[in-house]
């Protein structure tokens, strides 16, 4: 069983910053791969970063083209821990955000594919007033 909990949402202005937080936990579980995505209501989950174990202490990172350079994603693979910092924050932005940790090695498409993900978080709710 993996517990998946994300933190950190709220309401901020247009322009404000937020930080959210996740972290995987299981008896055996180990992440290779944790992932953020959102939910705006009527619309589909979509992918916004990822962070991809390699090999050894490499990782890549991927993000979705409407967050990229206002968004940055790190994590702590020892403490299967997982941040998103959210900068510069559009009303377009409001949704409901998820922490999807895998512990398979998703290639750069599964990455952004939420049926690739096998275990999701409750998710946090993000409101940007405009």
């Known amino acids: 069983q993996v517990q998946v909990v994300e933190s950190g949402g709220g309401l901020v202005q247009a322009g404000g910053s937020l930080r959210l937080s996740c972290s995987a936990s299981?008896?055996?579980?180990?992440?290779?791969?944790m992932g953020w995505f959102r939910q705006a209501p009527g619309k589909e989950r979509e992918f916004v970063a990822a962070s991809r174990w390699r090999r050894f202490s490499v990782y890549d990172e991927d993000y979705a083209d409407s967050v990229k350079g206002r968004f940055t994603i790190s994590r702590d693979n020892a403490k299967n821990t997982v941040s998103l910092q959210m900068n510069s924050l559009k009303p377009e932005d409001t949704a409901i955000y998820y922490c999807?940790?895998?512990?398979?090695?998703?290639?750069?498409?599964?990455?952004?594919?939420?049926?690739?993900?096998?275990?999701w978080g409750q998710g946090t709710q993000v409101t940007v007033s405009s």
């Open positions: 299981g008896r055996t579980f180990s992440a290779t791969v």
């Open positions: 999807a940790p895998s512990p398979k090695q998703l290639t750069t498409q599964e990455l952004r594919t939420p049926n690739a993900y096998d275990y």
